[in-house]
């Protein structure tokens, strides 16, 4: 009985030896072994770079402020937006990635028109140190109609985007109302603007007495034939004390002067049934 224990703790012992061993070999020594990645805080921005993952890191938890001046955000810009717009998904700050090169990536962070406030925000973002920070920003103008907006498309490079940015307001007063189109192009980290026209026009009296203008336009990125390029296609229609007119013209880009250079207008109309 005694020497069945006895064999029963020795077996016991060996294996708790052995298991130690494996233990030891499969755990690295102190300041060896691959680097762990701790896991991110609510604090520390994702380390991704999703879109979505961006988005809701800003405009959840309860501290949209703080992580927006840690991206580089004017505080005073930031609290103008929050906790106000808090509640309207509509109007929280968007987040977007987009083409710098082949090999690079940008962020444009947007804050929306909303009533309270005059101004939308179009903030650039590149990353430094493994993490998002802002280079460059512009503000536009909200009043009449709070409809900015911006999309990144391609035109002059497919492997580089540029930003369009559509009813920013240039000029208002009673009876009278303008709204530009702009193009702008990440260059340095910076914004440049590569194209400015107007996108909405309204006067009341338009070279008096009393005629009533409005002009609208579409703006469309078109192919170009035999080419890697695009251009941008307007549609403006016209209509000046009831009379409407509708005219097209290109705008393509010209390396050699380094702008884009538009088409002459070419009228529209439709063939008689």
């Given amino acids: ?31 060896t072994g691959p680097a762990q990645t701790a896991p991110a805080t609510a604090d520390q921005q994702p380390d991704s770079e999703n879109d979505v993952d961006m988005e809701n890191w800003i405009n959840f938890g309860g501290k949209t402020v703080d992580r927006l001046v840690s991206l580089g955000v004017e505080r005073k810009i930031a609290e103008s937006f929050f906790p106000a717009s808090e509640n ?14 082949d090999h690079q990536r940008f962020a444009l962070l947007f804050f929306p028109c909303f009533p309270a406030n005059d101004s939308a925000y179009l903030f650039a973002l590149a990353r430094q140190g493994g993490a998002w920070r802002v280079a460059d920003h512009i503000e536009m103008d909200c009043h009449y109609d709070d409809s900015v907006s911006f999309e990144t498309v391609w035109i002059r490079d497919p492997s580089r985007d540029e930003i369009l940015v559509h009813h ?48 609208k336009s579409v703006f469309t990125v078109i192919p170009v034939r035999d080419s890697r390029s695009r251009a941008i296609e307007e549609t403006r229609s016209r209509t000046f004390d009831g009379k409407l007119t509708v005219q097209r013209r290109i705008f393509h880009w010209d390396a050699a002067k380094g702008k884009y250079v538009s088409s002459p207008f070419k009228p529209v109309e439709a063939s008689p049934n």
């Fill in 1 to 31: 009985m005694i020497s069945k224990i006895l064999i029963i703790l020795s077996v016991t012992f060996v294996l708790s030896l052995r298991a130690q061993q494996l233990s030891a070999i499969q755990a690295p020594a102190p300041g």
């Fill in 88 to 101: 309207d998904p509509s109007l929280w700050v968007k987040w977007q990635t987009a083409r710098a090169s």
């Fill in 168 to 215: 920013d307001c240039a000029g208002r007063g009673t009876g009278y109302l303008e709204q530009h189109f702009s193009v702008f192009s990440l260059s340095g980290g910076k914004l440049a603007t590569e194209l400015v026209t107007d996108e909405v026009f309204h006067d009341f009296q338009y070279d008096k007495p009393p005629h009533e203008l409005d002009r």
